[in-house]
């Protein structure tokens, strides 16, 4: 079974509005984390906000929130006022348990397009 | 100086050639990943290193061998590849403490192989 999912291959959104990327994710570990990254055409994987699964509160940075919804094991991403640079693959993923590096899965991404 | 780097940013090679990716993180991280990303797949965790010693490796072939000389240098050798093996390959590096594992992201080498 996948441990992540995001089940929209692909995204459109006018400049300046808000858009939700959606992610659930499939664990039995109480301690797990929650990460997003961007991929612009470039390839570069860049870190964009975290969730750890013990946090109250949902995570901002900036534009970009995290709807943490743990007991439907969800974390949508929340950019809000979509800029043309924000066009990107989104990809979501997860750490389980507590261990640095082992058990970080990603998800297939969501590809993201700004429309002017 | 960027936190990851890593070069070259392409490489074009035969089947018969030998050719090594290097990573070089400047964030004073203790763990190192490469990570293989090919088109319409999510991305392959290959190889971890944490304070230089391997502990994951999942599966990968030998003709990927990885070195890890420090903390801050990671390498990937390559020999008598095949063309399913053209990719994006990533390198990665987190603090390698429970709490503080964020995985920060290099360029990427963009590998065909011919």
């Known amino acids: 079974a996948q441990k992540i999912t995001q089940t929209q291959p692909g995204m459109f959104v006018q400049e300046k509005e808000a858009v939700t990327l959606d992610c659930t994710y499939d664990?039995?570990?109480?301690?797990?984390?929650l990460f997003w990254y961007k991929q612009p055409s470039s390839g570069e994987m860049i870190f964009l906000i975290y969730?750890?699964?013990?946090?109250?509160q949902n995570a901002t940075e900036g534009r970009y929130s995290l709807n943490f919804q743990k007991a439907r094991k969800s974390a949508n991403l929340v950019i809000s006022a979509s800029q043309l640079g924000d066009s990107a693959m989104y990809f979501c993923?997860?750490?389980?348990?507590?261990?640095?590096?082992?058990?970080?899965?990603f998800g297939p991404g969501t590809r993201l397009s700004v429309l002017p | 100086e960027t936190g990851v780097t890593q070069t070259p940013r392409h490489l074009v090679m035969g089947m018969t050639n030998k050719k090594s990716l290097k990573c070089e993180q400047h964030?004073?991280?203790?763990?190192m990943y490469w990570y293989k990303q090919s088109a319409k797949k999510p991305l392959e965790l290959m190889f971890v290193?944490?304070?230089?010693?391997?502990?994951e490796n999942n599966s990968v072939p030998s003709r990927f061998s990885p070195e890890c000389p420090n903390s801050s240098h990671l390498f990937l050798h390559l020999h008598t590849l095949q063309p399913e093996d053209s990719a994006l390959y990533l390198c990665?590096?987190?603090?390698?403490?429970?709490?503080?594992?964020?995985?920060?992201f290099g360029p990427g080498t963009r590998l065909l192989v011919l």
């Open positions: 993923a997860m750490r389980e348990g507590a261990n640095y590096g082992q058990n970080f899965v």
């Open positions: 290193y944490n304070f230089k010693e391997q502990t």
């Open positions: 969730q750890g699964s013990y946090d109250q």
């Open positions: 990665a590096s987190s603090q390698g403490d429970r709490d503080q594992e964020t995985q920060y």
């Open positions: 964030l004073g991280h203790n763990a």
């Open positions: 664990t039995s570990d109480p301690s797990y984390g």
